[in-house]
């Protein structure tokens, strides 16, 4: 969204392409890395030279900003209310 709330797309050529027919993308849910020195040291990164571990999206909250934070927090209360029927979350 622009300064002035017109919308773009960052990828215009997919605008009239329905998500469910691109290719799937994931993003980086910042839990955690494990790395050697080494990698470190050459300037490897995670995000080009990684291996991800696949999480379920309703288990995952990017917090970046405020609103991100409370959905973070609705989560919790939401999954420790029901600890005792779903101990396997």
Do not use: C
């Not at 027919?21 to 030279?49: M, N």
């Not at 571990?53 to 209310?81: H, S, Y």
């Amino acid at each position: 969204m622009g300064k002035n709330g017109a919308l773009g797309s960052f990828f215009p050529e997919y605008q009239l392409t329905r998500t469910q027919d691109l290719e799937k993308s994931y993003f980086d849910a910042g839990q955690f890395y494990w790395g050697r020195k080494s990698a470190w040291l050459d300037g490897r990164t995670i995000h080009s030279d990684g291996i991800g571990l696949l999480l379920p999206k309703w288990r995952v909250v990017d917090i970046d900003e405020e609103q991100d934070w409370r959905k973070a927090e609705f989560l919790f209360n939401a999954l420790e209310g029901g600890k005792d029927e779903q101990s396997n979350i």
